[in-house]
T-cell receptor, first 112, second 112 residues
Framework: AQSVSQHNHHVILSEAASLELGCNYS??????LFWYVQYPGQHLQLLLKYFSGDPLVKGIKGFEAEFIKSKFSFNLRKPSVQWSDTAEYFCAVNGNTDKLIFGTGTRLQVFP | NAGVTQTPKFRILKIGQSMTLQCTQD?????MYWYRQDPGMGLKLIYYSVGAGITDKGEVPNGYNVSRSTTEDFPLRLELAAPSQTSVYFC???????????FGNGTRLTVT
């Protein structure tokens, strides 16, 4: 069965710091990978997605993620965070099934 | 274009009561999902549907039932509410499995 692990549960950064959030999945076949963001009081919104092709994908608001197949990873990065990036971030995987499985989320707090 | 509409927004139930969470989408999406979101646990898939007349269990289906008689509607039924079902419930839809999910605004359910 497919599963998703996000090892960073709570990350605290100052503005302008660099961000990397880990995401690992377990599934041996072809995968579709997603990062979603949930701002306080709102529902989830798509940040970026990977289906095939260039393993480095760029999303909205300066976020990017790199798919490393050999490591079963899809880490999210941003070179310089802003206070407005304070939110919860969810990695999700669809491994050639109809189910989209989410990780437990990483809460990011950015202080000015 | 309303997108995904969930009702009610809030509900308090007593243990043993039943209720139906409504979800409707006007985008003609085949795929619909029900998730529950609990603090620190991320989103857990309850049930999903790949089209009218077809439903399947997700990660945490116990205590819930669904039906999909039309493409637009995907109600979630709680037959005997339990405190463990206190959560925020999100309905989502997508046209295909490699498309981003469109989420509803959620239903906050408390069972006491």
């Amino acid at each position: 069965a497919q599963s998703v692990s996000q090892h960073n549960h709570h990350v605290i950064l100052s503005e302008a710091a660099s961000l990397e959030l880990g995401c690992n999945y377990s599934y041996g076949g072809t995968v579709n990978l997603f990062w979603y963001v949930q701002y306080p009081g709102q529902h989830l919104q798509l940040l970026l997605k990977y289906f095939s092709g260039d393993p480095l994908v760029k999303g909205i608001k300066g976020f990017e993620a790199e798919f490393i197949k050999s490591k079963f990873s899809f880490n999210l990065r941003k070179p310089s965070v802003q206070w407005s990036d304070t939110a919860e971030y969810f990695c999700a995987v669809n491994g050639n099934t109809d189910k989209l499985i989410f990780g437990t989320g990483t809460r990011l707090q950015v202080f000015p | 274009n309303a997108g995904v509409t969930q009702t009610p927004k809030f509900r308090i139930l007593k243990i043993g009561q039943s209720m139906t969470l409504q979800c409707t989408q006007d985008m003609n999406h085949n795929y619909m999902y029900w998730y529950r979101q609990d603090p620190g646990m991320g989103l857990k898939l309850i049930y999903y549907s790949v089209g009218a007349g077809i439903t399947d269990k997700g990660e945490v289906p116990n205590g819930y039932n669904v039906s999909r008689s039309t493409t637009e509607d995907f109600p979630l039924r709680l037959e005997l509410a339990a405190p463990s079902q206190t959560s925020v419930y999100f309905c989502a839809s997508s046209p295909t499995t490699d498309s981003p999910l469109h989420f509803g605004n959620g239903t906050r359910l408390t069972v006491t």
